[in-house]
């Protein structure tokens, strides 16, 4: 990748997020101007309390749906890159080692016992984390192995029993009011989320984040392999832990809120390093930009392209079912 190129593709993409965010914004059942965003928006950073339909609309109910879908989208495009980086595989997912399989089983659960809201995406959060100590803990006690394909089939196993549960418990949900809400959350949503979600999720999201940033040229060194990373001095084992366990609490933490939103992790942060190359000082902020766009611009189009609104994981797996067949035929020719 040239310099020139470097320096105008990371502006274009903020530029492409800031676009997306206007267009998810103005667009709805109730449209919004952009002279009445700005009023609303000096407004609400006045202190002031909104006093007609269409602040109430921007401040609480799209607003925050649109930083939300920043938020998941760049997330999980960055949860992406570090998987596919660090397993040395384009076709790895956030998912890999069961965490969305096991926030999931979370959720479910709390559902099934008609648990509060906020409970539910505690337990989902706690149950993503747990899934992914779990696989740790396997590839903990298989040694003589590659630690690497140790993990990624410890993930398969987890994730299938993670799912094999939740085959169960809607088996045996409420078919009226319990399974509508398990089958529509498994298929990720951003709509019920409110500004005080977001904040909870935040913070989390930047203590996984800032390890990564602080660590992005040692995650170069590792995506080489661990033969590589010894010989320059790192340790191999600890430093993988660390990353996992950051990218693992980026995604827990969206997952519990937004549900499970399949694709956005494996497609985007292959797209980005094919624009920015693989150096991770590079592909993470190009990945983070596209996944928060891209997400915005398929939630938009999930709450206005019918009279109902089509979850997320539908319109997701719609781009990416067809990318990932383009990726195995590709894969042949290599990867790096």
Same mark, same amino acid.
């Given at each position: /990748? ?11 993409? %903020? ?21 009445? /965003?700005?009023?609303?928006? !000096? ?35 960055? @949860? ?12 790895? +997912? ?8 096991? $926030?999931? #089983? ?11 809201? /906020? ?6 959060? =706690? ?7 779990? %696989?740790?803990?396997? =590839? ?21 029993? =993670? ?9 045996? @949900? ?14 990720? +949503? ?9 904040? +909870? ?6 203590? *996984? ?5 602080? #660590? ?16 320059? *001095? ?15 609490? /980026?995604? $827990?933490?969206?997952?519990?809120? !937004? ?42 189009? $999930?709450? +206005? ?12 797996? %719609?781009?990416? $079912? ?15």
């Amino acid at each position: /990748m040239t310099d020139n190129r470097s320096r105008w593709l990371i502006p274009a993409l %903020v530029l492409l997020t800031v676009v997306a965010a206007l267009i998810a914004v103005k667009t709805g059942a109730f449209p919004l101007t952009l002279s009445g /965003m700005g009023r609303t928006i !000096a407004r609400w950073w006045a202190g002031l309390t909104p006093d007609s339909f269409e602040e109430r609309v921007l401040l609480n109910i799209r607003g925050p749906r649109v930083i939300s879908g920043l938020a998941v989208g760049a997330t999980l495009a960055a @949860a992406g890159v570090v998987y596919q980086g660090l397993f040395r595989n384009p076709l790895v +997912s956030p998912d890999v080692l069961g965490v969305s399989a096991g $926030a999931g #089983l979370g959720a479910v659960f709390g559902i099934f016992l008609s648990l509060p809201l /906020m409970a539910i995406q505690i337990a989902a959060f =706690a149950m993503g984390l747990a899934t992914v100590g779990l %696989v740790y803990l396997i =590839a903990a006690t298989v040694r003589g192995r590659d630690p690497t394909l140790v993990l990624v089939l410890g993930g398969v196993v987890v994730g299938a029993l =993670a799912g094999a549960a939740i085959s169960l418990l809607k088996i045996l @949900a409420d078919p009226y009011d319990q399974l509508p809400a398990i089958t529509f959350w498994l298929l990720g +949503s951003l709509a019920s989320i409110r500004g005080n979600d977001i904040m +909870s999720v935040l913070p989390l999201v930047l203590v *996984g984040l800032v390890p990564l940033v602080l #660590l992005r040229w040692r995650i170069n060194a590792l995506s080489l392999g661990d033969d590589e990373a010894k010989t320059l *001095g790192l340790d191999a084992g600890r430093l993988r832990f660390i990353v996992i366990a950051a990218a693992t609490l /980026m995604t $827990a933490s969206v997952v519990a809120i !937004a549900g499970v939103i399949g694709w956005v992790g494996l497609v985007i942060p292959h797209i980005a390093r094919m624009l920015v190359g693989p150096d991770f000082s590079r592909l993470l902020p190009a990945a983070m930009l596209m996944g928060a766009s891209y997400l915005v611009l398929v939630d938009t189009l $999930a709450r +206005s392209i019918g009279r109902i609104e089509v979850p997320l994981g539908i319109l997701t797996a %719609v781009v990416g $079912a067809p990318f990932f067949l383009w990726l195995l035929w590709r894969g042949r020719h290599g990867w790096s």
